[in-house]
């Protein structure tokens, strides 16, 4: 079925390690977004990114980084794995017009990450 | 980006119409409203998205004043599984469409 799929569903890292989350879109969406979402919170746009080879910060960058070499794949990467990186992180994507008919984002099911 | 304002809960009895309002005052001219619902574990999903007046589709309506400050997202007589909290976004025209920000929306809670 196509969407946005993310894996791993869940993951437990101790501090200091690093790790990659992987997101793939199979829509030939130019968007994909990454966003954190802390309990009985809204979600954060973490990194963006409008189109392969650009990528952009949102309103919580530090402590990740992304890259866009394909439209399909937009990995998410903790560089050193920190307690208050404890969240669930939703990789999104949407058509470059996300207005009218287009439907919005499309977000994966989310990946579970425990810091300890 | 426009702020959005929305109640924090909402409760409902099954059969029941419930409309949930969204305040969004600084709404630029270019923006849509668009709003998510999203169920415990799982990404948000598409909703309903509107310019003004009045969007409806298989699942919901949307009404939006003719000055856009505002929206309101009816759901026509809910069941149990539209225990969900739903956002409201603005936004979405090129170039600002990777930006949208959420809210921590409204917690809709529905019971027999």
């Known amino acids: 079925n196509a969407g946005v799929t993310q894996t791993p569903k869940f993951q437990v890292l101790k501090t200091g390690q690093s790790m990659t989350l992987q997101c793939a879109q199979d829509?030939?969406?130019?968007?994909m977004s990454w966003y954190r979402q802390d309990p009985g919170m809204g979600l954060r746009l973490i990194h963006y990114?409008?189109?392969?080879?650009?990528?952009d910060q949102g309103e919580v960058p530090n402590g990740y980084n992304v890259s866009r070499s394909t439209t399909e794949d937009f990995p998410l990467r903790l560089l050193s794995a920190a307690p208050s990186q404890t969240s669930v992180y939703f990789c999104?994507?949407?058509?470059?017009?996300?207005?009218?008919?287009?439907?919005?984002?499309?977000f994966g099911s989310g990946t579970r990450l425990t810091v300890v | 980006l426009a702020k959005t304002t929305q109640p924090i809960s909402m409760d409902s009895y099954e059969g029941q119409e419930v409309n949930i309002t969204c305040s969004h005052n600084?709404?630029?001219?270019?923006?849509?409203i668009t709003w998510y619902q999203q169920f415990p574990s799982q990404g948000p999903r598409f909703i309903i998205q509107?310019?003004?007046t009045k969007v409806t589709n298989e699942v919901a309506s949307l009404f939006i004043p003719a000055d856009r400050k505002s929206s309101t997202l009816s759901l026509p007589r809910v069941s149990l599984s539209d225990t969900a909290v739903y956002y409201c976004?603005?936004?979405?025209?090129?170039?600002?469409?990777?930006?949208?920000?959420f809210g921590t929306g409204t917690r809709l809670q529905v019971t027999l």
């Open positions: 999104a994507s949407s058509s470059i017009i996300t207005t009218g008919e287009s439907g919005g984002y499309t």
């Open positions: 829509m030939n969406h130019e968007y």
């Open positions: 990114s409008v189109g392969a080879g650009i990528t």
């Open positions: 600084n709404i630029a001219t270019n923006d849509y």
């Open positions: 509107g310019y003004k």
């Open positions: 976004l603005v936004g979405g025209n090129t170039g600002t469409a990777s930006k949208l920000t």
